[in-house]
């Protein structure tokens, strides 16, 4: 107990003695303040559950996810060995939601890899170097941003062909331009501080600067918008996978096992209301986890 007490004073200390004992300092007091938002923990529990079941699904799974059993399709909830029931082949829904999160989490973590990090190159060197290459990159962001997300993610995976890696292509494609615009618009304040222009009198090249002075001051406003904006990729893979443009047959994706389920809404509901159900509790999650962390990382919040 006196190990753990004498820990915690050193981390909440206001006298850090290192760079070092700074940043654990700052790590521990963001922790404490998102610790008390229990909406935000709430969301954090969900997506950890997440996690656990993608990493387990064999060992959770009480059944394989693609047998069919044509003699039981369509079983109601909490049938014999089925608490979900079944889909119009037999297949266990419990299973396929399970196998399920993995294909969520590939996309999720894909897109949250290729998105920002792209949206934080062009954002950057647009507003480091201005002109007219800040005038081209922005032009091109702002065509991106002219049409519906969805609508061209559409029109992208319908030239790429149908399939999981290129609908997270069409998602990233479609989600790089709004990171874009706020890393312009950090850089734009960063790069008028009194200390860029003292590294620039270094001798410091512009590559150096953006890389080392510029992106991680970015970082915390793109990590608030990227969690805020994973609900939103959940529901375009979903949505691709609807119309049979994502994870193909037989996948367990969610959104094609609700347009699976949509013929049987009336008579046989859980087939398409439990993948739905899924999807609303993992966007859920990543919004509330979104909520909390920008009250934490929030510069305002922090000055005040």
Known sequence: MVDIQTWRAWLLTDTPTSRRHAKLSTLYQGWLSFRGNTMAMVGLWILILLLLTAFAAPLLAPHDPFAQDLANRLQPLWSDGHAFGTDSLGRDILSRLIYGSRITLYIVALVALIAPISGLLVGTVAGYVGGWTDQVLMRITDIFLAFPRLVLALAFVAALGAGIENAVLAISLTAWPPYARIARAETLTIRS????????????????????????????????????????????????????????????????????????????????????????????????????????????????
């Open 193 to 304: 501080s009194d200390y860029i222009s003292a590294i620039q009198l270094q001798g410091a090249g512009a590559m150096r600067i953006i890389t080392k002075h510029i992106w991680p001051l970015c970082i915390s406003s793109l990590i608030v918008r990227v969690t805020l904006d994973m609900a939103g990729i959940i529901l375009a893979a979903a949505g691709l996978g609807f119309l049979g443009l994502g994870a193909q047959p037989p996948s367990p994706e969610w959104g094609a096992m609700i347009s699976e389920g949509r013929r049987f809404i009336l008579d046989h509901w859980w087939v398409a209301t439990m993948p739905g159900m899924a999807i609303f509790t993992v966007s859920l999650a990543f919004n509330l986890l979104g909520d909390g962390l920008r009250d934490v990382l929030d510069p305002k919040d922090s000055e005040k």
